[in-house]
């Protein structure tokens, strides 16, 4: 039914580092490119990476350096490895297929997953 499924928050030290997993429910190298996005209390969801197969993967400023998106080789889960967190990091994460005028094949978010940083 839901065809990306995020998983891996929890509670992480300012510093520390996560990794976010998102399972497909089909090879994603099949679908647009696959995002990461991140939604802070307060705020608007905001893409925070952008795994493009074959080409350079996009970052947000305010993750780049820090955090870095990626597959399997079968395209059956994409990963988004967090490093040296910080407070400004805590929201709830969502994987999700690109979409544009061109459309998509799979408009919908899940339920995301949470991700804390405090001490």
């Known amino acids: 039914q839901i065809p990306l499924v995020e998983s891996g928050g929890g509670l992480v030290q300012p510093g520390g580092s996560l990794r976010l997993s998102c399972a497909a429910s089909?090879?994603?190298?099949?679908?647009?490119?696959i995002g990461w996005y991140r939604q802070s209390a307060g705020k608007q969801r905001e893409l925070v990476a952008l795994?493009?197969?074959?080409?350079?993967?996009y970052y947000a400023d305010a993750v780049k350096g820090r955090f870095t998106i990626s597959s399997d080789n079968a395209g059956n889960t994409v990963y988004l490895q967090m490093t040296s967190l910080s407070p400004e990091d805590t929201a709830v994460y969502y994987c999700?297929?690109?979409?544009?005028?061109?459309?998509?094949?799979?408009?919908?978010w899940g339920k995301g997953t949470l991700v804390t940083v405090s001490s």
């Open positions: 999700k297929e690109y979409c544009s005028g061109f459309g998509c094949r799979y408009d919908v």
């Open positions: 089909e090879s994603i190298f099949s679908l647009n490119p």
């Open positions: 795994f493009v197969s074959g080409g350079n993967n």
